[in-house]
């Protein structure tokens, strides 16, 4: 049983780095952008989409294996997290400052594949 837990946890930590590896900019939060589960989440999402550029996002609510490991992979014990390019930003109140200062939105205009222009205005 311990060796099929290890095995889980291998399959669960090479999932969250892939998602990372593959998505500029990726929030991992409760819920989703659009029918976010907890005020944090919320806020968090509203400020991405306010930076106007599309996001992935992975609802941890709904897989809590990535609830479990991906804490102890990022170092930081909350949700949600923004990552954009593979680094942690943050998690709310770092995100909702960077934006409110300005500092959010160049980041992810940078980071943001130019794939939904036409969405976007």
Same mark, same amino acid.
């Given at each position: !049983? #311990?060796?099929? #837990? ?18 500029? +900019?990726?929030l991992? !939060?409760?819920?989703? &952008?659009? *029918? &976010? ?11 991405? !989409?306010?930076?106007? %550029?599309?996001?992935?996002? +992975? ?6 294996? =990535?609830?479990?490991e991906? &804490?102890?992979?990022?170092? @930081?014990?909350?949700? &949600?997290? *923004? @990552? +954009?390019?593979?680094?942690? $930003?943050?998690?709310?109140? $770092? =995100?909702?400052? !960077? ?15 130019? +794939?939904?222009? %036409?969405?976007?205005?």
């Amino acid at each position: !049983m #311990q060796e099929n #837990q290890t095995e889980q946890t291998l399959d669960t930590e090479t999932r969250i780095r892939q998602q990372i590896a593959e998505n500029p +900019v990726l929030l991992y !939060m409760k819920g989703s &952008p659009k *029918l &976010p589960s907890c005020g944090f989440s919320a806020q968090a999402s509203q400020a991405l !989409m306010a930076c106007g %550029k599309p996001f992935a996002y +992975v609802d941890i609510l709904q897989n809590p294996d =990535i609830r479990a490991e991906l &804490p102890k992979i990022a170092n @930081w014990p909350t949700f &949600p997290q *923004l @990552w +954009v390019n593979g680094e942690l $930003i943050g998690g709310c109140d $770092i =995100i909702l400052e !960077m934006f409110q200062q300005g500092e959010l939105q160049p980041i992810i205009a940078e980071a943001s594949p130019e +794939v939904d222009e %036409k969405e976007s205005d």
